[in-house]
């Protein structure tokens, strides 16, 4: 098995390994958005004044976002799946793709990836944004790149 983690040599912790479909992201130091909202309706009851109902309305799940330094193979994948999945969209006939699933496994401190501490898996899959590093020799930070993804639940 390929080590996903084998790009990652400059001592920044990958915590969180992500999969789309068959295609493997590898490991990212940063993942944020993993939340859930159920939205509600409160309801006056009629002739009473110190009662009303809460009614379900909708569940709606957040982007997310994934960061993690540039390396040659793990940009390269994710360039490849974001060429792709451009590739559907604009050579699609109908509406019936329905995304793929994508994994995301929060790592341990040891990063073996057969013992995740938690895992969630997305529904429906699609990307939202790409960003590359902000490009300046001067400041000696490390090139960053930025994946968001929308998603149709984890529950």
């Known amino acids: 098995m ?4 084998k790009d990652v040599k400059m001592g920044l912790n990958s915590r969180f390994h992500v999969s789309i ?18 939205e509600n309706e409160t309801l006056a009851v009629g002739g009473t004044y110190d009662e009303s109902w809460v009614l379900p309305s909708r569940v709606t799940y957040s982007p997310i976002t994934l960061v993690r330094a540039i390396t ?12 792709r999945m451009q590739r559907e969209w604009v050579n699609s006939d109908d509406d019936s793709d329905q995304g793929t699933t994508a994994t ?12 995740p501490v938690f895992e969630w898996n997305l529904r429906s899959v699609y990307p939202k944004s790409w960003k590359g590093p902000d490009m300046d020799a001067t400041n000696g930070n490390v090139a960053m790149e ?8 984890f529950l």
């Open 104 to 115: 995301i496994k929060l790592m341990d401190t040891t990063n073996n990836l057969s013992r």
């Open 21 to 38: 479909g068959d295609i493997e992201l590898g490991g990212w130091s940063s993942c944020r958005g993993l939340a859930v909202t159920f």
């Open 72 to 83: 040659p193979d793990g940009t390269k994948t994710v360039h490849n799946w974001l060429r």
């Open 146 to 153: 930025t994946l968001e993804l929308v998603h149709q639940g």
């Open 2 to 5: 390929r080590d996903p983690f």
